[in-house]
């Protein structure tokens, strides 16, 4: 499970690769960790987490919008997963975290260039972050 991060003019492209299906919405959720560390307090909190949608694409979108959205509006800064389950019709989670004051860096994820598909290695997902 990989992820890298693609600069663009007030975007970002996130590229993730995984074996599974389920690592890329892990990896997915490490790169968001990444992009919102802050300094945190010892202060721990979760948050659970319910999508739908049975296009991994737009749940992927949805998914790594939704930790921005805890970040901003809960002062989340995410470090792991307490629980996670991925089904045909959506997923499930309880993001576990301290509360801080993540950066406010994303201002939305878009459907540009939304891509989630089978490789002959695994699966490769990409997403534009609005920043």
Known sequence: MAFRW????????LELDADTERGI???????MRELMSSNESPERIEAPVAL???DRAVLL???LGELAFLGETR???????ASFELTDEGLTA???GSSGDPPHLVKGVTYHGLRFARTEAGWLARVVLDV
């Open 52 to 54: 739908t949608g049975e």
């Open 75 to 81: 002062g989340l800064v995410p470090d792991r997963l």
């Open 6 to 13: 693609i600069e663009h003019t007030g975007e970002l492209e």
């Open 61 to 63: 979108a949805d998914w």
């Open 94 to 96: 309880v993001v576990a």
């Open 25 to 31: 919405f892990e990896a997915g959720f490490w790169a």
